[in-house]
C-alpha cells in the first residue's frame, strides 16, 4: 500500500462527508451568519477544502498505521513496507527479501571429450533464467577431478555421457522452484551438450516476506541468537541467511518422550544434554537425481536384482527412493526397490553424535542405505553375481540443507559444549487429498484455476508444521479462494502415509480431520512429524450440484 494517496479518487465518500460536516460545523460556530448550504461557498471553497483536508488526514492515517505496531499487527495489509521495516528493526527483526532458487541439473554429451561449460550462459524454464554458481569444466570418463569446479562424465552406455552440475537462479521468487525433469533451454549450446534438464527438484526460492510474514518473526527477533531455550534454537539458525525460508522447526530434549539419545546409560531414565532437531524446511519434499553404480546380486522373480549403497553425504537425511531406472529412461516409472536397508555412518565425521541405533540416526546426515531392486529390461547372460556393475539413475526424496544446518551448529564456534546435538528431517505424512468441486451441470473449473487451488492446498498444508493435526477446513479454505458464487467445496478425503524411521509404514485416512498417532517409542508424535504434500498428490472430480439457471 503506498505511503500517500496518489489520486483524490482513493478517498471515499465517507472520509470527505465527515471532513466536511466537520468544516461545517467548525464554520457555522466561527461564523453564525455565513450560509452553508449548497452554493458558491459551499461548492467552491468548503468543498474542496474537506477534499484537501481529508486527503492529508488520509496521508496522516497511514503513517501512524505504519508506525504503531499494535496497527500493523491488527492490519499488516494497510502498513506502508517501508515503515513497517523501520518499527520491527527496533526488534532486530529484518525483512527477508526473498531466495533464490537452487537445484542440480544433469547436461548430456554427445562425446567423451573435456568440454567447458561457462558461467555466463544461462539455461531458461518457466521464463526464469538460471547460471551455474561458477565455470565447470566437464572431464572424460574416468578422469580424476583436482577440484570443485570439475566434473567427470558418466558413460550412459547408449552413446550420450552425462555430469551433473548446481545451477542457481538469476532472479528471486518462488517461481524458480522447478520440478525435477524440467527441461533447461538455452540460446546456444555449448559444443558437444546436447541438452540439459533438472537433475533435482529446484528448492529454496522464495518471494519477498510480506508484513504478516514478517510480524510472525517477532518473537524470533526477540530471542537471544544463542543455543539455549527452543525460540533461541530457531532463532539461531534463522540468522543465517541460507536457513531464513526453513518452515517449522521442533526442538525435543530433556524431558520429551520423543528424546531417548539422552538414557544410554546403565539406567534406563533420561541424562539430559541430549537435542534432537527435527525440521521441514520445504513445503513439499525434494527430489533428487543420482547416477549411481550398482551391483548384480542375483536373480529375481521377474528379472536381475541389483543392489546400491547410498552414503552418508549423496542424499543426507533423505526419507525414501522413487525411482531406480537406467540413466537414458526419463519416461517410464523405473524399476521395483524391493529391499532398503538402513544403517548409520560415524566414521570420520567432524562432530560425532551419541546414536546407538538405526532408529535414532534415521532421517540424520549421518544415515546411510543399501537398496536392492529388480532390473527386468537386462538379460541375464554375461552376469557375474558380486562382479557385474552397471550404472543407474536413482531418485531420492527429502528435505533440503538438512546437512547443513547439522554442520553449521555443531560448529565449534557455535554449539553448546554440555549439549549433544542431531539435526534429522521431520518424520514424513505422505498426504493425499482428493475432493469434489460442485459445479453448474457442463461447467468445469479452469486448468489455470486448479493449477493455482493445488499450489494453495499445498502451501496451506505445509503451514500447519508441527500440530499433529490435519484438518479438512484448512483443505476447504484454501479452495474456496478461487471459486466462485455458483461453485463449491464438496467431500474431502484426506489419506497419510507414515514411513515412521525404523522404516514401517503406518496409514491415515479421514475426511474431516488427521491425527499424528501419539507412539514416542518409534519416533512418532505430533513433534516430530508433519505433514507434506505436492501438487501431484492432489486430485479433483466435478459434481453437478443442481443449481438452477
Not at 541439473?105 to 539455461?123: D, G, K, M, W
Not at 572424460?140 to 552440475?165: C, F, H, K
Request: glycine share 8%.
Amino acid at each position: 500500500m503506498p505511503l500517500e494517496i496518489s489520486s483524490l479518487r482513493e478517498l471515499s465518500e465517507e472520509q470527505v462527508a465527515d471532513m466536511l460536516a466537520t468544516f461545517s460545523a467548525l464554520m457555522q460556530e466561527r461564523h453564525p451568519n455565513v450560509e452553508l448550504t449548497r452554493g458558491a461557498f459551499h461548492d467552491l471553497v468548503l468543498y474542496f477544502n474537506s477534499v484537501l483536508n481529508a486527503a492529508v488526514k488520509e496521508n496522516i492515517d497511514r503513517i501512524l498505521r505504519s508506525r504503531s505496531l499494535l496497527e500493523i499487527t491488527n492490519d499488516p495489509a494497510l502498513a506502508e513496507d517501508e515503515l513497517v521495516d523501520h518499527v520491527l528493526s527496533n526488534f532486530n527483526v529484518s525483512r527477508n527479501p526473498g531466495a533464490f532458487a537452487t537445484g542440480t541439473a544433469t547436461f548430456v554429451f554427445l562425446q567423451p571429450i573435456q568440454t567447458n561449460i561457462s558461467a555466463t550462459t544461462e539455461y531458461t524454464a518457466a521464463s526464469i533464467s538460471f547460471l551455474p554458481p561458477n565455470a565447470f569444466t566437464v572431464l572424460p570418463p574416468g578422469s580424476t577431478p583436482e577440484n570443485e569446479t570439475q566434473r567427470v562424465m558418466i558413460d550412459v552406455g547408449d552413446g550420450t555421457y552425462l555430469a551433473t552440475i548446481p545451477l542457481v537462479a538469476t532472479t528471486r521468487g518462488a517461481a524458480g522452484n522447478i520440478r525435477r525433469g524440467t527441461e533447461l533451454r538455452a540460446a546456444s549450446l555449448p559444443n558437444n551438450l546436447s541438452e540439459v534438464f533438472a537433475a533435482s527438484d529446484f528448492v529454496a526460492g522464495a518471494d519477498a516476506a510480506t508484513n504478516q510474514e514478517y510480524l510472525n518473526k517477532l518473537s524470533l527477533g526477540l530471542a537471544a541468537k544463542t543455543i539455549g531455550g527452543r525460540k533461541n534454537y530457531e532463532a539461531f539458525i534463522r540468522s543465517f541467511d541460507a536457513y531464513k525460508n526453513l518452515l517449522h522447526c521442533s526442538i525435543l530434549g530433556y524431558g520429551d518422550a520423543e528424546q531417548q539419545r539422552d538414557q544410554h546409560s546403565l539406567f534406563p531414565i533420561s541424562g539430559g544434554g541430549k537435542t534432537d532437531i527435527y525440521l521441514q524446511t520445504n513445503a513439499a519434499v525434494q527430489e533428487i537425481e543420482h547416477t549411481i553404480t550398482a551391483t548384480y546380486i542375483g536373480l529375481g522373480t521377474e528379472g536381475t536384482i541389483w543392489q546400491a549403497t547410498i552414503p552418508r553425504n549423496l542424499a543426507p537425511g533423505f526419507y525414501d527412493v522413487v525411482r531406480v531406472a537406467k540413466p537414458n529412461d526419463s519416461t517410464t516409472n523405473g524399476y521395483a526397490v524391493v529391499q532398503d536397508i538402513r544403517g548409520v555412518d560415524l566414521t570420520a565425521a567432524t562432530y560425532i553424535p551419541d546414536i546407538m541405533t538405526v532408529e535414532e540416526g534415521a532421517y540424520s546426515p549421518y544415515q546411510t542405505a543399501i537398496v536392492q531392486f529388480e532390473d527386468t529390461d537386462t538379460p541375464t547372460a554375461g552376469l557375474v553375481i558380486n562382479e557385474t556393475k552397471a550404472a543407474y539413475k536413482l531418485t531420492t526424496r527429502g528435505q533440503p540443507l538438512i546437512a547443513d544446518i547439522q554442520a553449521t551448529l555443531t560448529d565449534r564456534d557455535n554449539r553448546s559444549r554440555g549439549s549433544d546435538l542431531l539435526v534429522k528431517a521431520a518424520v514424513p505424512c505422505f498426504t493425499n487429498v482428493s475432493f469434489e468441486i460442485k459445479t453448474d451441470a457442463n461447467d468445469i473449473v479452469s486448468d489455470e484455476t486448479i493449477a493455482l487451488i493445488k499450489q494453495e492446498i499445498v502451501a496451506a498444508v505445509a503451514a500447519v508444521g508441527f500440530s499433529g493435526q490435519l484438518h479438512s477446513s484448512v483443505i476447504a479454505n484454501a479452495i474456496h479462494k478461487h471459486l466462485t458464487g455458483r461453485q463449491a467445496v464438496g467431500h474431502i478425503d484426506m489419506f497419510g502415509k507414515i514411513r515412521r524411521p525404523d522404516g514401517s509404514i503406518g496409514y491415515l485416512r479421514d475426511g474431516t480431520i488427521l491425527k499424528i498417532p501419539n507412539d514416542p517409542t518409534r519416533f512418532v508424535t505430533g513433534r516430530t512429524t508433519v505433514f507434506i504434500t505436492g501438487v501431484d498428490d492432489i486430485a479433483v472430480t466435478y459434481t453437478a450440484a443442481g443449481y438452477t439457471v
